[in-house]
């Protein structure tokens, strides 16, 4: 039988040395949370049982908005150090049934990829204990002390980068933090208090790039590699939208989120925004998410009279929380009558600030039936809208 495998993930920290007014963890790295990047590497990966956050008692609203979507169990409050948060969570996991392994890992390493963690699964199965770790290629040298001057050089054969997830059986680290405590001991890593009490740690091949942020510029090579990595499993998608709105009693109408003065309104249970309708559906459409109606049913009182900008908005963070990038808008308003153009520039400013784009990536355009169909008659507006989005291939 395949042993159960829980993870905690680390995060009681300030990291205070990254800047950004908040702990680092929570700071957003390529539109979502450091930590949220972290903590889904574990949760898709078939071999884990169970992951479990450790959090500065403080952070726990900050905690909710990275994470509370996810399915995880309560997280486990930590304390003023690494060594005792990491203890603290270990002891929750053993008073509800104590996995065989336990994967220790921290916050600020977002890269963590799945054979990495199967490796350090495997071996520590067998050996007890396995950290991922990279050989020192750099020449290392040793300043004398209160200097800046060369001491010595220091050997670089049989010297290793630990990284995590730091993996161990159950017990063994357990005990080994159990008694750390008792001693007053204290270590800067898992690894090294099983060291302490005489177990064998196993190194493992870890990842080059495996880096852990810690200064403010780390944020800026993480998301550079970030976007390396999203960018080879990403493929173009385009989806369309079309609304339709009659005309009804009002002096204006409201296209492309712009006031127009009309001698007529338009009729709809929002504010009636054709082309802004149209612009949501086709983000939903490109992300396979159903339509504006499912997300904001006619039939509910919240959305009478409601800004439509906020239907785009919610459309385009759906499409973000996928891992998305929208990357081109274009809308075709189909009308007799307010003229568009001298409206034009105004509606591609006003889309491209409600979708955080560049107006270069905005195109409003407009057109007539020739006076055929319900358009043609003066009876309503219609807009059709194509939507260019980059989007994680899931297959």
């Given at each position: 039988m395949a042993p159960t495998v829980a993870v905690l993930v680390v995060a009681a920290g300030r990291g205070v040395r990254a800047g950004g007014g908040m702990p680092k963890q929570y700071?957003?790295?390529?539109?979502?949370?450091?930590?949220?990047?972290?903590?889904?590497?574990?949760?898709?990966?078939?071999?884990?049982?169970?992951?479990r956050v450790v959090i500065a008692s403080e952070d726990g609203g900050l905690y909710a908005e990275s994470l509370g979507d996810l399915a995880l169990p309560e997280p486990v409050t930590g304390?003023?150090?690494?060594?005792?948060?990491v203890f603290t969570g270990l002891e929750t996991l053993a008073a509800n049934d104590p996995p065989d392994i336990v994967l220790?890992?921290?916050?600020?390493?977002?890269?963590?990829?799945?054979?990495?963690?199967?490796?350090?699964?495997?071996?520590?199965?067998?050996?007890?204990?396995?950290?991922?770790?990279?050989?020192?290629?750099d020449t290392l040298k040793r300043a004398a002390p209160g200097t800046d001057r060369i001491a010595g050089t220091v050997p670089r054969d049989g010297l290793f980068q630990a990284q995590t997830p730091q993996a161990f059986r159950f017990g063994d680290i357990l005990a080994a933090h159990r008694a750390a405590a008792e001693a007053g001991i204290e270590a800067t890593d898992d690894a090294a208090l099983m060291e302490w009490i005489g177990r064998p740690v196993t190194l493992v091949a870890g990842?080059?790039?495996g880096m852990k942020v810690t200064e403010s510029a780390d944020f800026a090579r993480a998301e550079a590699r970030l976007t390396r990595m999203t960018e080879d499993r990403m493929e173009p998608r385009v989806g369309t939208g079309f609304d339709v709105h009659r005309f009804a009693v009002?002096?204006?109408?409201?296209?492309?989120?712009?006031?127009?003065a009309h001698h007529l309104g338009l009729a709809g249970h929002s504010d009636a925004d054709v082309g802004l309708h149209a612009l949501t559906d086709a983000i939903l459409g490109a992300i396979g998410a159903g339509d504006i109606g499912l997300h904001f049913p006619p039939s509910d009182p919240r959305w009478r009279g409601a800004d439509s900008a906020a239907f785009l908005r919610h459309a385009i963070a759906l499409a973000t929380?996928?891992?998305?990038?929208l990357r081109h808008l274009d809308v075709t308003l189909i009308c007799e009558a307010p003229k568009i153009g001298p409206h034009r520039a105004a509606m591609r400013a006003r889309v491209a600030e409600i979708a955080g784009l560049s107006e270069r990536?905005?195109?409003?355009?407009?057109?007539?039936?020739?006076?055929?169909?319900?358009t043609g008659r003066k009876e309503g507006i219609a807009a059709q809208a194509v939507a260019t989005l980059m989007v994680p291939d899931d297959d």
């Open positions: 700071r957003p790295l390529a539109g979502r949370p450091l930590i949220r990047h972290s903590v889904t590497a574990f949760l898709g990966h078939p071999e884990v049982t169970t992951v304390g003023s150090t690494r060594q005792i948060s220790i890992h921290d916050a600020a390493r977002p890269f963590v990829g799945a054979e990495l963690i199967a490796r350090v699964i495997a071996v520590a199965g067998t050996d007890g204990g396995a950290i991922p770790a990279t050989a020192v290629t990842d080059p790039e009002g002096d204006h109408v409201t296209l492309c989120g712009v006031r127009i929380r996928r891992g998305a990038r990536r905005v195109s409003i355009k407009a057109t007539t039936t020739e006076k055929l169909g319900f």
